[in-house]
């Protein structure tokens, strides 16, 4: 179990890392419907038995996502409530619960019209928006609201090659102006940016917005110069159970060419960023806009009705 | 005298490519203007040497496949077949294999693996298991299926060059031996691998990881858009390029002229989609004065009367075609598990035809042993073709380190095996019919 644990994890953060945990849930819960349907059914509590080591090695990855173990916990609930109560099984139960993960689906696809309709109570018209990470949420509010009519540019702020591209193709491809700045160049920039949109991919029972690499640093240089900072986040992505502090951190051994000898040394890479949601100004989600102490409020009456058993 | 300075050089030259002390291009150029300036070829007779079919086949095919591959096509196909395989482990080893033997048969091996190779490791690392096995039947179907037409492996392109054999001729005469190698090799592999092959369809957690690793790839190797028209002008010149191999002799134009004009046809009706600059800075120029170097070498080996000795003297040692051609069959195979397999195609060209016009009879099945020897033979070791190294470098790139011995332990015995398959196709084709 442990080695399927290291790879279903690997795998899930190779997936994260380039398309995103909204993106990744879909992937997952589509691959999900399509292994159900191969897979060789003896019985019903064979099944039964197989999907709860799936639920519990979904529980084990590291890092955990939120929105894969919320949605995985619903479905526990559907299959012990619904497709087998009072321990008699329904004769359907392979359709309904294959029925009931496209509901699933459906969900993210709902959530995420929620967000970007309540993104339209923001008012845009004129403004320079700040990005960063390469949120697909916030990418479709730019893109849902250029569509609206509105007028806007966007500062990208450089970061992962591959990240920046698609942040560049993106704009490019829906026609919104933009300019690309190196990351550390931003503080020239404090005058002309009127707000930064962000992404993340979970929000932890320590209230802090887990986000990519690099994240907090422009949110601190913002938040101190006063510029508002907003936070889209699926409120399914929450992780809800009680979480640690603690960052995820990659040693790797590097070696650089030196005129006469190679140098070998310790690298330090940090997976995401942990930050604070009081640092935000306004969080959109697909419940509604709140300010922090609203984001709280909400995420721990989430938590006290679906905690989930780590 | 010039007869030994001719040999000395000829092998110095080999030794120097088989231990790859310079660039094998170099080589080979170096040999033939030595050749020329010691006066063993004029530069008439050194020109005259030189295959130009062979040559003009090989460099329309590099610009065609290039084109072609621009589309996307290849890796669009590719996904799809991992798409439909769900995940399953000995139906992805099917049909991966089966696929780059299918795709070996009409595009040079290296490029197959570069289209085939990266994709299984991903899939197959990504559900956890060693992607090994999957590789070097990657590896020895790209050999197999290059055997099986003119244009799929170059020992065949070179055969079809100097003997005017055509691609229909190639399909007849090879399709029996390879579907008995390919049928003898999948079995071996399926069962030493079961371990690694065997079907997870009771599995739920190992499905879903596969089908999530599918997902995955799909994403990571279609980032190119297809585009509809592009796509279709590829697939429509391809299958008429194919058609015009199939019915060569009814056309009655040499293999290069259709593979070329096939290649220039594609590049204009995709002008504005592809770098043409780019698409002919991909042919391996290296490759092509390889082989121009080495017609002239073994030009200049076959003006001494060396060549023809030989053949005398094999033709005299027996009056059996069967045991002619075994020797063929297996010198050339084991001689390819270790050499570059071009050479050695190159100096029995002229072998075989002088012992053709020896023999009474119909003695072409000595071409069929030649060219099943020299593509199988190549599957023997990790040197033995350009396929293996350029997959072993992808491999290693991609966390999969794959040694000389690894790949022996399964490949040597198999392509013995294969060597044992053919000599018994070719016993009962010389015997019964």
């Given amino acids: ?310 | 005298m010039l007869t030994y300075i001719t040999l000395g050089i000829f092998l110095v030259a080999l030794g120097l490519i088989v231990f790859e002390v310079f660039d094998k291009s170099l080589v080979a150029l170096g040999g033939a203007i030595l050749m020329v300036v010691i006066g063993i070829l004029t530069p008439e007779e050194a020109i005259e040497s030189i295959e130009f079919e062979t040559i003009l086949l090989l460099l329309a095919m590099m610009l065609l496949v290039n084109i072609a591959s621009k589309s996307g096509i290849f890796s669009w196909l590719n996904v799809k077949i991992a798409s439909f395989t769900k995940g399953n482990p000995l139906i992805i080893f099917l049909l991966f294999s089966l696929i780059t033997a299918v795709f070996s048969a009409f595009l040079d091996n290296v490029t197959t693996v570069i289209l085939i190779v990266p994709l299984t490791i991903e899939l197959v690392k990504g559900m956890g298991r060693d992607p090994k096995p999957y590789v070097f039947a990657e590896i020895i179907f790209s050999n197999v299926g290059g055997a099986l037409t003119l244009i799929g492996d170059p020992p065949n392109i070179m055969i079809g060059g100097a003997t005017g054999l055509n691609f229909l001729q190639f399909v007849q005469n090879l399709w029996i031996p390879i579907s008995l190698v390919i049928i003898f090799t999948m079995i071996v592999f399926i069962l030493v691998s079961w371990k690694s092959l065997k079907p997870i369809a009771d599995d739920l957690i190992e499905l879903t990881i596969a089908n999530i690793t599918i997902r995955k790839i799909q994403y990571e190797f279609l980032k190119v858009v297809l585009h509809k028209d592009f796509v279709i002008k590829v697939i429509t010149i391809l299958v008429l390029t194919l058609m015009g191999f199939l019915f060569q002799s009814q056309i009655g134009l040499p293999t290069y002229v259709i593979a070329f004009g096939a290649a220039i046809v594609l590049a204009l009706m995709c002008e504005k989609k592809i770098d043409i600059h780019d698409a002919f800075r991909s042919i391996e120029w290296p490759t092509l004065l390889f082989f121009s170097g080495l017609f002239v070498m073994v030009g200049g080996l076959e003006s001494t009367g060396l060549l023809e000795n030989l053949s005398h003297m094999l033709v005299n040692s027996t009056s059996s075609l069967l045991f002619l051609a075994l020797i063929i069959l297996w010198a050339s195979g084991l001689i390819s598990m270790i050499l570059d397999n071009i050479p050695f195609v190159a100096v029995m060209i002229p072998v075989i035809m002088g012992m053709q016009s020896q023999l009474t009879g119909d003695a072409s099945i000595l071409w069929w042993a030649l060219s099943l020897g020299a593509c199988l033979g190549g599957n023997g070791t990790l040197i033995g073709a350009s396929a293996n190294v350029v997959s072993a470098d992808i491999a290693n790139k991609r966390g999969v380190r794959i040694t000389f011995l690894d790949f022996m332990k399964f490949s040597l015995p198999i392509t013995l095996g294969m060597l044992v398959v053919c000599s018994l196709y070719l016993t009962v084709k010389i015997i019964y019919f």
């Fill in chain 1, 1 to 310: 179990m442990q080695a399927k644990t290291e790879v279903f994890s690997k795998l899930l953060r190779e997936i994260e890392m380039e398309i995103g945990s909204r993106d990744l849930a879909d992937l997952v819960f589509k691959s999900l419907i399509t292994a159900v349907n191969s897979l060789d059914v003896k019985d019903v509590d064979f099944f039964n038995g197989e999907f709860s080591k799936l639920v519990k090695l979904v529980s084990q990855t590291e890092p955990r996502y939120g929105i894969l173990n919320y949605y995985f916990a619903k479905l526990s609930k559907f299959t012990e409530q619904t497709i087998c109560p009072d321990g008699k099984c329904r004769v359907k139960w392979k359709n309904m619960f294959v029925s009931e993960v496209k509901t699933i689906l459906g969900h993210g696809d709902k959530q995420r019209l929620e967000i970007l309709k309540n993104s339209e109570k923001i008012d845009l018209e004129g403004k320079t928006i700040l990005i960063h990470d390469h949120s697909h949420t916030v990418q479709d509010v730019l893109v849902h609201n250029k569509n609206m009519g509105k007028h806007f540019r966007v500062i990208i702020a450089e970061q992962n090659l591959e990240k920046t591209h698609d942040n560049i193709e993106r704009m490019y491809g829906a026609e919104i102006p933009f300019q690309v700045v190196p990351a550390y160049m931003l503080s020239h920039l404090h005058d002309e940016i009127d707000m930064v949109f962000f992404g993340a991919v979970t929000m932890k029972s320590t209230i802090d917005f887990v986000m990519a690499p690099g994240d907090h640093g422009i949110i601190s240089e913002f938040h101190v110069v006063g510029v508002p900072l907003y936070m889209f986040i699926d409120t399914s992505k929450f992780s809800l159970w009680k979480s640690e502090k603690k960052v995820e951190v990659f040693m790797h051994k590097h070696e650089r060419k030196h005129c006469s000898k190679p140098i070998t040394y310790e690298r330090i890479k940090y997976s995401h960023d942990r930050v604070p949601a009081k640092l935000f100004t306004q969080i959109v989600t697909n419940q509604g806009i709140f300010d922090p102490a609203g984001i709280k409020k909400l995420f721990l009456e989430k938590m006290e009705k679906y905690q989930i058993e780590i």
